[in-house]
């Protein structure tokens, strides 16, 4: 196996607070990293590094783990562009919002949603995201559901299955009959492909009920649970979450104190997605809150047609730093470590040893230029699983 050394990094996060500076990013300065297959197996300074077969010179230029985007819809056909040039133009637009995604998504050939996918893949890698979660959701029957984690199944081990996004139009009348096809027939066909189970716990989606009775049954199948809570009002999917030990509560813009409370003596995590309140004008989630609260916190993009179609984590870092009262050094721990924490993964999100060889170089002497420049595109290569792609 060759070993690699990227060496003459200004700056290196590696998220390991025993290293470094000692904060939580474990910052170590003229730095080098050293791969050996698909892992990274020695840290430090850069005149320390053991001798290798290959080297890279990083120029005098930062290093990061590769970003982890925890929460991501990606296998979906047609846009919503009318939709939301309607909303930022302040006029009304009666479309079916998911249903739009949904009805295009059922028209579409595998081909079409597989091709799709691996374009917004791809996107998401030049902007150095190595792992990323994606969800189901624009099926709601439950061979589309099956096969819309098929798919994503080919792309990423962080597949989550979400039958429960909405009442599937076909229940409208009847809400009660579709949570028994997502409790049954189509977690059953679905869970083979998953590794986790979700549900959109909110008004107009499922309360609080539906939400335990989804996850739960998803759990008695092997699946585990994350939630879709406390995005657009107050209610009971955070403490659900928490009582459940869900891996991350997701969205959490809307909450009380017996909310906070609930996640700081958990171990969930709360993973913010300041894309959908960019992208439907919506008020921010309070970082600062949950952080002072003692809360994991994860940041993620949320890449769906509908309310938030960004592929990038680095845009989602900015504007945590610019207005949800992050610091830019929490806000690079979130999109990293913390989206790996919000996948219960130790092996990414970090460069230790051990950890996998996923790590993004930026064309910037600090980590800090993600969110100090704002849209620039900074990401100058991309490792993955110890190769370069980008
Ligand atoms: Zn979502």
Redesign the pocket.
Known sequence: MSSTVISDIAQLVTNDPSLGDESPLGLVRDAAVVIEGDRVVWTGESSKAPPTDNRVDAGGRAVVPGFVDS?S?LVFAGDRTEEFNARMSGRPYSAGGIRTTVAATRAASDAELEANLTRHLAEALRQGTTTFETKSGYGLTTADEARALRLAARHTDEVTFLGAHIVAPEYAGDPAAYVDLVTGEMLDACAPHARWIDVFCEEGAFDGDQARAILTAGRAKGLHPRV?ANQLTYGPGVRLAVELDAASA?HCTHLGDTDVDALASGRTVATL?PGAEFSTRAEWPDARRLLDAGVTVALST?C?PGSSFTSSVPFCVALAVRDMGMTPDEAVWSATAGGAAALRRTDIGRLTPGAYADLTLLDAPSHVHLAYRPGVPLVAGVWRRGVREV
């Open positions: 929460h819809h879709h997701d997605l949320d769906n």
